[in-house]
């Protein structure tokens, strides 16, 4: 029988995750395969942020990983999120001479373009003399508990449309179900599945919210139309809010606002929109309908965008009058409505709009230290296969960073 190409570690998926772990690792002196899929590498860090990748979050705590982390256990990431930081990975992209600047709640873009952090990646791939495959499928994957040669105590074979190779491990970086137009599928949950490593349900998350069309029918005109909000969903201690821009969409709402509070929605329960924050406006109206002869909406204009004050005094004959002629109760009653506008979604864009997966590898099966799974010598889950989310605006990233850094440095050699 021939002898199978042997490597240290192959890693399944060439995205955020699985080119940084393979650099790292490659660096350390262990051969390397890296193999994916599809045309080409890390289609999720070319399209984010605008095309210059928000690559990290300098807010990020690693001591209170709940704050910016969800999932069934958001402290297991604590350990890979302390050990390389945010000013690891700027660091690096010094190194390599790559600019950057700091948008507002501290996230952080490459100041040309996100091709600039993939070649970097890739270099660092190239300085650790990493094989890379792409396309490549894996066909299937076979678990043996002691190699034939007697040289490690465990060892994989992966059947690959380029053929069979053998690792001493195997490491997952597949990431998740999102933007499946990009290359996203559900190999990395299968392979967990043969190898009984329990998973979380999945869902979509960082998405847009859908409602139904007689409820959205008000405002659906207001398409394209954006402003900051106040937004919350939960009760009492699970209660979450996020103060963002909101877009509305012509299916339902978009933008920051809504894509943070959708990672803790759940279906059924409302959405609470404070459409005016930081305006006390049941006393901005009191006052304006002393002073004022305009109309309500020509009044309200002062504190919401004109489009969303015509659409909502429209909804109501009491408040399409000139401001001295609207009951006071009517006054209090739009203002009650504005700060605290309540709506229940009956979905979501789904997938082919999500920017994330909800879910997937249960950290309960993984070392939060090395990211190998406590039942199966060997193998590894790292980035977003795996049940750890983080909010909107580069904390992604930096998962996906500290998981293969994590990762790489535990590869047995």
């Known amino acids: 029988m021939p002898t199978l190409p042997f490597f240290d570690t192959v890693i399944i998926g060439a995205g955020a995750a699985g080119l940084f772990c393979a650099g790292q690792a490659g660096q350390r002196g262990l051969r390397v395969l890296l193999i994916d899929h599809a045309d080409k590498v ?9 095309g210059r990748c928000n690559f990290t979050n300098r807010d990020l705590d690693p001591r209170a990983p709940h704050k910016h982390f969800v999932g069934q256990n958001p402290q297991f990431c604590r350990s890979a999120l302390s050990r390389y930081t945010p000013q690891d990975f700027v660091a690096l992209l010094e190194r390599h001479g790559i600019a950057w600047h700091e948008k507002h709640k501290g996230q952080l873009f490459a100041d040309h373009s996100a091709e600039d952090i993939i070649a970097m990646l890739l270099a660092e791939c190239a300085a650790g003399g990493v094989t890379h495959w ?58 967990a599945q043969q190898f009984g490593v329990p998973l979380i349900e999945r869902r979509p998350g960082l998405v847009p919210l859908t409602f139904d069309g007689a409820t959205w029918a008000p ?113 209090a009653r739009l203002a009650q409505q504005l700060a605290r506008w309540e709506l229940v979604p009956t979905g979501s ?47 992604n990233f930096q998962w996906a960073w500290a998981s293969a850094a994590a990762c790489a440095q535990a590869l047995p050699c």
């Open 134 to 191: 792409q396309p490549c499928s894996v066909k299937n994957i076979v678990f043996s508990a002691s190699s034939a040669d007697g040289t490690s105590a465990c060892s994989y074979q992966i059947n690959t449309d380029r053929g069979p190779v053998s690792a001493r491990s195997l490491v997952v970086a597949t990431g998740g179900l999102s933007i499946p137009k990009i290359g996203a599928t559900d190999f990395g949950y299968r392979l």
């Open 42 to 50: 890390a289609e999720k860090i070319r399209i984010s942020g605008g």
């Open 219 to 331: 405002y659906a005109q207001l398409s394209g139309l954006a402003l900051p909000v106040e937004i919350s969903t939960g009760a009492k201690k699970d209660r979450m809010t996020f103060q963002e821009g909101l877009l509305f969409t012509h299916r339902g709402l978009s933008g920051p606002a809504v894509l943070q509070i959708s990672s803790y929605w759940n279906p059924g329960t409302p959405l609470s929109i404070n459409l005016a924050p930081g305006i006390d406006l049941p006393a901005a109206l009191a006052d304006a309908k002393l002073r004022s002869r305009k109309l309500l909406a020509n009044e309200l204009a002062q504190w919401v965008p004109s489009r969303l004050a015509d659409a909502w005094v429209a909804q109501s004959s009491d408040w399409q009058r000139p401001m001295a002629e609207v009951p006071d109760k009517a006054l």
């Open 349 to 395: 864009e789904g997938y082919k709009k999500a920017e994330v997966t909800l879910g997937g590898v249960d950290t309960s099966a993984l070392s939060q230290q090395t990211m190998e799974c406590k039942a199966q010598p060997g193998l590894y889950f790292i980035g977003e296969v795996v049940d750890v989310t983080g909010w909107l605006g580069g904390y």
